[in-house]
């Protein structure tokens, strides 16, 4: 019945998303596999849970490999597709990691290998044992052990160690804004930490940066510069939380959307994940 899917679907939904970073293949992956199910002879299925998320970790590693080299080609840095919503994406798993959809552990998860990335997902995030792991990836439970030891390093050093509160992350994230909107070069530099970095990803579809922007002065200067292009202000400008961080959805003075997600750290703003590819960011407009 599609009912006993449907109970695992937001499971299943979070586990392609953090293994695929795309909402829309996360989503392809889900449905694909709700068609298997219906097609599987289910009264052999014990665990339909267990079952669904081996068929699911196995289509989105085959998925890896073409995106690797989708990757390869891709035109300017890669982010994550944006999400609003992250806690619809949230596990059972009540740990920090597990609630964690911020850019920055996206952008971890990505760095590994795709073994990786599923080990430590379906181990720290999902709470799956290593023998059912190790039946998922055709491994033993030793090499998956150490496949997700691996990540978890990786993973950790990326991961900021404080988590800002929602007072201190709404007000850089407007200070940021609207030093922006006013063409304030060096109160930009001010709210920013010393190694900051931009990240702008257009996809080769619109304009964007080509490569990340790094260090408080030179981010400054790039956005006023921009801005300075763009007269026009925006036809909407909405607070919100993108990945969990503190961010804006922007409806541009052409129509076009863009996503703007700020890490923050010590109290300044330590990485800007502004997403511009359209193709992104159809989930957004409605």
């Given at each position: 019945m599609s009912e006993a899917f449907e109970a695992h679907r937001r499971h299943l939904t979070g586990l392609a998303y953090r293994m695929l970073g795309s909402m829309a293949d996360a989503e392809d992956i889900v449905q694909e596999a709700f068609l298997r199910w219906q097609a599987e002879r289910r009264a052999d299925v014990r665990e339909p849970r267990?079952?669904?998320?081996?068929?699911?970790t196995r289509?989105?590693?085959?998925?890896?490999?073409?995106?690797?080299?989708?990757?390869e080609?891709?035109?300017g840095p890669w982010l994550p597709e944006p999400i609003l919503d992250d806690s619809a994406l949230s596990p059972e798993a009540a740990t920090e990691v597990a609630?964690?959809?911020?850019?920055?552990?996206?952008?971890?998860?990505e760095r590994l290998s795709p073994l990786e990335r599923a080990a430590f997902l379906l181990h720290d995030v999902f709470d799956v044992d290593f023998a059912e792991i190790a039946e998922t990836l055709g491994r033993n439970e030793a090499a998956c052990r150490?496949?997700?030891?691996?990540?978890?390093?990786?993973?950790?050093?990326?991961r900021p160690r404080f988590k800002p509160s929602e007072d201190e992350s709404r007000r850089l994230a407007q200070a940021f804004m609207a030093a922006?909107?006013?063409?304030?070069?060096?109160?930009?530099a001010q709210l920013l930490a010393q190694d900051a970095v931009f990240y702008?990803?257009?996809?080769?579809?619109?304009?964007?940066?080509?490569?990340?922007?790094?260090?408080?002065?030179?981010?400054?200067?790039?956005?006023?510069?921009?801005?300075?292009?763009?007269?026009?202000?925006?036809?909407?400008?909405?607070?919100t939380h993108i990945n969990g961080l503190p961010g804006f959805l922007i409806e541009t003075s052409d129509?076009?959307?863009?996503?703007?997600?700020?890490?923050?750290?010590?109290?300044?703003?330590?990485?800007?994940?502004?997403?511009?590819n359209p193709d992104k960011l159809k989930h957004l407009r409605h």
């Open positions: 267990a079952f669904l998320s081996k068929m699911v289509m989105c590693l085959d998925e890896l490999k073409s995106a690797r080299v989708q990757r080609e891709y035109v609630a964690d959809l911020s850019v920055a552990l996206l952008l971890a998860l150490q496949l997700a030891a691996r990540a978890r390093a990786n993973v950790a050093a990326a922006a909107a006013s063409g304030d070069t060096k109160g930009l702008s990803d257009g996809g080769g579809k619109v304009r964007a940066a080509m490569r990340p922007i790094l260090g408080a002065e030179r981010v400054a200067q790039f956005i006023t510069a921009v801005l300075r292009q763009y007269p026009q202000p925006p036809r909407s400008v909405r607070y129509g076009l959307l863009q996503t703007n997600a700020f890490d923050i750290r010590d109290g300044k703003i330590a990485a800007i994940y502004s997403v511009r």
